[in-house]
């Protein structure tokens, strides 16, 4: 059973950055579409960005573009979500989910994820 695991979140002030990991104990990520998604407190859940099976593309929602940028270690098959450029409106649980094994390269077309982390919280706040 794939197990995501989130980390990195924190309070950061406007402007400032955070990096986040999304890691499988015990399975490389490289043949999963990975997605990351947030929820804020009365919000319906968002997807922030996606990244294909190894070798595929990105995609990113207009809110985030230029600021977040999604990316696989080779090294340890882990995600990363570089988010630059910090606003308020960024303020989240941000959630990384999974789908896979599958040779599918645009993750756009991706509509349902089967894994799910349990989230990291990110407070962006002066």
């Known amino acids: 059973q794939l197990q995501l695991v989130e980390s990195g979140g924190g309070l950061v002030q406007p402007g400032g950055s955070l990096r986040l990991s999304c890691a499988a104990s015990?399975?490389?990520?490289?043949?999963?579409?990975i997605g990351w998604f947030r929820q804020a407190p009365g919000k319906e859940r968002e997807g922030v960005s996606c990244?294909?099976?190894?070798?595929?593309?990105?995609n990113y929602a207009d809110s985030v573009k230029g600021r977040f940028t999604i990316s696989r270690s080779n090294a340890n098959g882990t995600v990363y979500l570089q988010m630059n450029s910090l606003k308020p409106e960024d303020t989240a649980i941000y959630y990384c989910?999974?789908?896979?094994?599958?040779?599918?390269?645009?993750?756009?077309?991706?509509?349902?994820?089967?894994?799910w982390g349990q989230g990291t919280q990110v407070t962006v706040s002066s």
């Open positions: 989910a999974a789908v896979g094994p599958t040779l599918e390269a645009q993750c756009a077309r991706v509509v349902e994820y089967d894994y």
């Open positions: 015990g399975f490389t990520l490289d043949y999963y579409v």
């Open positions: 990244i294909g099976r190894i070798g595929g593309n990105t």
